[in-house]
């Protein structure tokens, strides 16, 4: 079975420091991953994807993530956030071995502070 | 492209009504649909995933003639919450696939039941 964990509930920040909101994740087979941010009473929107090739993934709005095989991470950074980075961050993982279902994290509330 | 659109944004329905929340897919063909529900401050849960012209395929714990799934076509999927009652009240969200890798979210449905 795939699982995923953001171990942090909410990551708070001052606008113009380094963001980081950490997920690990478990699949049997190949990890498709990807990050989605939701503002409130809106759906997700798609930041970035790893699927292979370079482990440093550039998406959307500045934000990169790093896909890390040893340690089964895919942490999402930005070097300087602004307030309205302020949201809810998911990650998600799709076992390429098993369908295609995504499985989520229990979602990171970012807030950046002026 | 790839843009999920869901009908309607916002409902509010009686005890003991039903009501039809729509997902389609507007500039492409999804061969599959996915509807998630998610509690407030919540992550996401797959409750079911559809492919055009077939039964869904139910997630455990969710009730299938509760919550009924239709894929009439390629581009469009409907969720109908049978007999509601307060406790369906949710955020609920579906997801395209066009049989890649990547799903499509749309915007989201808030369902309150009275």
């Known amino acids: 079975a795939q699982s995923v964990a953001q171990p942090e509930d909410q990551v708070n920040v001052a606008e113009g420091n380094p963001l980081t909101v950490k997920c690990t994740y478990s699949?049997?087979?190949?990890?498709?991953l990807f990050w989605y941010v939701q503002y409130p009473n809106r759906g997700l929107q798609f930041l970035l994807k790893?699927?292979?090739?370079?482990?440093l993934v550039k998406g959307s709005y500045g934000f990169e993530a790093e896909f890390n095989k040893s340690q089964t991470s895919f942490h999402l950074k930005k070097p300087s956030a602004l307030v309205s980075d302020s949201a809810l961050y998911f990650c998600?993982?799709?076992?390429?071995?098993?369908?295609?279902?995504?499985?989520f994290g229990g979602g990171t509330r970012v807030l950046v502070k002026p | 492209g790839a843009v999920v659109s869901q009908h309607p944004s916002r409902v509010i329905c009686k005890s003991g009504t039903s009501v039809k929340i729509e997902c389609r897919s507007l500039?492409?063909?999804?061969?599959?649909m996915f509807w998630y529900r998610q509690f407030p401050k919540k992550s996401l849960m797959l409750m079911a995933t559809s492919n055009e012209g077939s039964k869904a395929t139910y997630e455990q714990g969710v009730e299938k003639d509760k919550f009924l799934i239709n894929h009439a076509s390629l581009t469009l999927s409907t969720l109908t919450v049978t007999s509601a009652h307060p406790e369906d009240s949710s955020f609920y969200i579906c997801s395209a696939s066009r049989g890649d890798y990547e799903q499509y979210f749309g915007p989201g449905t808030r369902l309150t039941v009275t």
């Open positions: 500039d492409f063909q999804a061969t599959t």
């Open positions: 699949v049997s087979g190949n990890p498709y």
């Open positions: 790893y699927i292979t090739g370079d482990n």
């Open positions: 998600a993982v799709r076992d390429g071995a098993a369908g295609n279902k995504l499985t």
